[in-house]
T-cell receptor
Framework: GENVEQHPSTLSVQEGDSAVIKCTYS??????FPWYKQELGKGPQLIID?????GEKKDQRIAVTLNKTAKHFSLHITETQPEDSAVYFC????????????FGPGTSLSVIP | GAVVSQHPSWVICKSGTSVKIECRSL??????MFWYRQFPKQSLMLMAT?????????EQGVEKDKFLINHASLTLSTLTVTSAHPEDSSFYIC??????????FGPGTRLLVL
């Protein structure tokens, strides 16, 4: 069935370093890929998204890249700060069944001051 | 971004009682809202898709008679957990769809069934 994989499951970086989270999806017809940040006890917050007609998108310290051929997409956070510590979820908008968004299992990011 | 609220933020109830959770889109209208459940250290699991003015579409394995969803207006969807049991204890999160794809999430409701 439709599936989104995400790696790594946990990631620790020093403050100021970069963090990269990678995802793969199974439905080649997927055309929308959002990323969410979830802090403890809160709902997910949309931080960036990308559509299949674009290969890369950047918003300040956050960037997302998409490789449709390989069905990979990645989140890049530069100059990490302690407040970036959270769980990050990638997602893919699946179209094989009725439209719905499938979430990856999440990456727990810790930024060490 | 669009703002979605949920009420209550947390609730404790006795086993066998029913609990209603409200999800509101505050500054936009949402034809489609979604209900998710999240267990500790796990991802979001879609429970059902709620469409204004029509019956909700439930995911496989989700009991429609236990988790009642009503989407009576373009800004409000409700989830009622009927005859709640301890295994229903979880973090319930709603989202509202903007356009055809983008979802904005509420802050979640933590349910504890004793």
């Amino acid at each position: 069935g439709e599936n989104v994989e995400q790696h790594p499951s946990t990631l620790s970086v020093q403050e100021g370093d970069s963090a990269v989270i990678k995802c793969t999806y199974s439905d080649s017809a997927s055309n929308y890929f959002p990323w969410y940040k979830q802090e403890l006890g809160k709902g997910p917050q949309l931080i960036i998204d990308i559509r299949s007609n674009v290969g890369e998108k950047k918003d300040q310290r956050i960037a997302v890249t998409l490789n449709k051929t390989a069905k990979h997409f990645s989140l890049h956070i530069t100059e990490t700060q302690p407040e970036d510590s959270a769980v990050y979820f990638c997602a893919a908008h699946m179209k094989t069944s009725y439209d719905k968004v499938i979430f990856g299992p999440g990456t727990s990011l810790s930024v060490i001051p | 971004g669009a703002v979605v609220s949920q009420h209550p933020s947390w609730v404790i109830c006795k086993s066998g009682t029913s609990v209603k959770i409200e999800c509101r889109s505050l500054d936009f209208q949402a034809t489609t809202m979604f209900w998710y459940r999240q267990f500790p250290k796990q991802s979001l699991m879609l429970m059902a898709t709620s469409n204004e003015g029509s019956k909700a579409t439930y995911e496989q394995g989700v009991e429609k008679d236990k988790f009642l969803i009503n989407h009576a207006s373009l800004t409000l969807s409700t989830l009622t957990v009927t005859s709640a049991h301890p295994e229903d204890s979880s973090f319930y999160i709603c989202s509202a769809e903007v356009g055809e794809e983008t979802q904005y999430f509420g802050p979640g409701t933590r349910l504890l069934v004793l």
